[in-house]
């Protein structure tokens, strides 16, 4: 079976502070891919990261950052010197490499304060 | 911008009624999917189309029902709405190379209350 957690229901950071938002994620495939998503008031969930089972690179763009550890089965996500447009709902979500279907946890919703 | 559009925005029916919402894919997408987001809730997987079949559903009932046009829209059918049906809509387009592993962009969804 496949499950996404995200323990961090809702995390409130002031303006330029560094943040970690985790994920853990149960699979038993061997092959599978991890993706972060943002999404703003609007709604519209906004692709942020896609990251395969046997890259275990860590990933740097901008201020966002990625950690993935297969060991821990966790994909923790990082943005340094948050703003305030950080603030949203971010979504870690897992897909198998034969199916169709994204596992999306339930969400951290970050809030960052001027 | 992902190119996928949803309409309507907001819907508002009652117990009993049908729905059927309607998405556009981004262009040179051949895969559909679509998702049920509740308040406070991460996306659930509704069900998936490919070259207009059916490819993979999730734990929704029959009531849910969908179509794939040979342009790629596609609708999404709710009968016999429930009040639990109320909910965030949204769908995702992608392109089928292999399953599973391509991303998806989503729309904005259509908010749906069932009164």
């Known amino acids: 079976a496949q499950k996404v957690t995200q323990a961090q229901t809702e995390i409130s950071v002031v303006e330029k502070e560094d943040v970690t938002l985790d994920c853990v994620y149960e699979t038993r495939d061997t092959t599978y891919y991890l993706f972060w998503y943002k999404q703003p008031p609007s709604g519209e969930l906004v692709f942020l990261i896609r990251r395969n089972s046997f890259d275990e690179q860590n990933e740097i763009s901008g201020r966002y950052s990625w950690n993935f550890q297969k060991s821990t089965s966790s994909f923790n996500f990082t943005i340094t010197a948050s703003q305030v447009v950080d603030s949203a709902v971010y979504f870690c979500a897992l897909t198998q490499d034969t199916g169709n279907q994204f596992y999306f946890g339930t969400g951290t919703s970050l809030t960052v304060i001027p | 911008e992902t190119g996928v559009t949803q309409s309507p925005t907001h819907l508002i029916k009652t117990r009993g009624q049908q729905v059927t919402l309607r998405c556009s894919s981004q262009s040179g997408h051949n895969t559909v999917s679509w998702y049920q987001q509740a308040l406070g809730q991460g996306p659930q997987f509704i069900f998936q189309y490919y070259r207009e079949e059916e490819n993979g559903r999730g734990n929704f009932p029959p009531r849910f029902s969908g179509l794939q046009f040979p342009n790629y829209s596609s609708e999404l059918n709710v009968n016999a709405l429930e009040l639990d049906d109320s909910a965030l809509y949204l769908c995702?387009?992608?392109?089928?190379?292999?399953?599973?592993?391509?991303?998806?962009?989503f729309g904005p969804g259509t908010r749906l209350l069932v009164l």
């Open positions: 995702a387009s992608s392109v089928m190379i292999f399953s599973g592993r391509e991303t998806q962009y």
